[in-house]
């Protein structure tokens, strides 16, 4: 069996089977039902946020966060993140602006920001990649300063706290995803945060095409929402992630125990006063160094039966949608070009075992 960057987080089958039976009973399934509720009632408790609409998958809240807000014009992103955020941008009908990033995190550098507003610019799209916090505060204060929204694409993100305060709590909006390869999976899913009861209404209304009685339609809005079975899927979950996130902790204290000082091998520690989800483990490989290419390494690994994956390569800003853009212009993303030639995600998760950490760790020390 290969050894693959992630394996999901499953619920007790026993367990799930009783849920269901509920559903079943109750024949309620979907829109807006007793579990969906629920799962709503306890994320906010679990990620300490005062409102939370659950989507579909992690893609479109990110396109309804956009709509919502009525982001039009330009809007400032990180081309170091999946592609979904920059399609979001882009189903819009806005323009994405491609800034660098700051190599010490990964996510978008707050002097490019700046240095990237134009009079067409309404709002930043920021990424806390790997689940690693953007500098918040900075990204507020240009914010503020230009009047601009801020919608945080934190798929990566689910538990991650700053000072004891979520993360998910900075700029306008942020959003989740729950997917079969996150942290925290619903097996398809995804999440809105917001601040108020206003913003809350009128996200789920647009999740549910618009609709604010069976009547009115407020706004062009989209079928977005999640269901019953992925719901209750997601209660069971919740009660298992703390665990899976300490699992995840163990394999990081491992493998940097095992890279440090290995010379033309870097990696991220851990932020002071930042409870992480360890969601991602990146290494950098510098060839020059190492004695061996990013690719020589990920490509023996991979013969090796060990897939880890080189998230987030090519940059989005290099797909043909987006690679004629000015701001796509690889001049203007030194960093992020570093960072995309260099990176491989090595296995991380909840139940990798010790011998497939020793034998990824092998295949880069020998
Ligand atoms: N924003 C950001 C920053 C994101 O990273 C993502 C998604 C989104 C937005 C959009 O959220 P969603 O709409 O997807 O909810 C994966 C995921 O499909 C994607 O959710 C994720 N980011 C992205 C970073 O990675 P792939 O194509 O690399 O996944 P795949 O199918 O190759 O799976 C990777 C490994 O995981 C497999 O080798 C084995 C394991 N796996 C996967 C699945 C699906 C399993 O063991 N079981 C499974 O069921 O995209």
Redesign the pocket.
Known sequence: M?I?????LLPDLKEFNELLTQVWDSKWITNNGSFHKQLEAALCEYLKVPYVSLFT????P?LTALQALRITGEVITTPY??V??TH?IWWNGCRPVFVDIDPATGNIAPDCIEAAITPKTTAIMP?H?YGKPCDTKRIQEIADKYGLKVIY?A??AFGVEVNGESILNAGDLS?L??????VYNT????AMVMHDAEMKKRIDYLKNFGFANEVEVVGPGINSKMDEVRSAYGLLNLKQVDAAIEARHQVAIRYREALRGVEGITFFDDMPGVRHNYSYFPIFVDAEQFGRTRDELYFKMKENGV?G?R??YPLISEFSTYRGLPSADPANLPKAHRMADSVICLPMHHALAPEDIELTLSIILH
């Open positions: 290969p693959t960057v992630t394996s999901p998958n992690g893609t479109l990110l993140s999946f979904a955020t979001s990424v990649v694409d798929a990566h959003t995803s729950f997917h079969a390869t996150k097996i398809e899913g995804g897939l994956r998230y987030f």
